[in-house]
């Protein structure tokens, strides 16, 4: 399974993208966190069910330094669209 997420608030230049991909990796999920023009970050990451909804959580809070004012969450099928080995950061 792929979620995207998208987070919006005090999220970029606070180590957000950082924070999603050392906690995607623990989990063991494949992906990536990045900025967005409009101050977002988004996050896609493809995995199992339980390890999706504690990241989802997990971006809800964010790091210590960030503040998330909102989280869109996106389902998709098939995670072997994301071809990642790892979770990135872009």
């Given amino acids: 399974m792929i979620k995207r997420f998208i ?7 606070v180590g957000f993208r950082w924070f999603a991909a050392r906690h995607g990796r623990a989990l063991g999920l ?9 101050g977002r970050v988004e996050v896609v990451a493809a995995g199992d069910g339980e390890p999706l909804a504690r990241l989802e959580a997990l971006l809800r809070d964010g790091p210590a330094n960030a503040r998330v ?13 994301i071809p990642l080995r790892s979770f990135d950061i872009r």
């Fill in 7 to 13: 987070v919006r608030g005090m999220v970029q230049g």
């Fill in 69 to 81: 004012d909102g989280l869109e969450r996106h389902e998709h099928g098939d995670d072997s669209e």
């Fill in 30 to 38: 494949r992906g990536y966190a990045r900025n967005l023009a409009d």
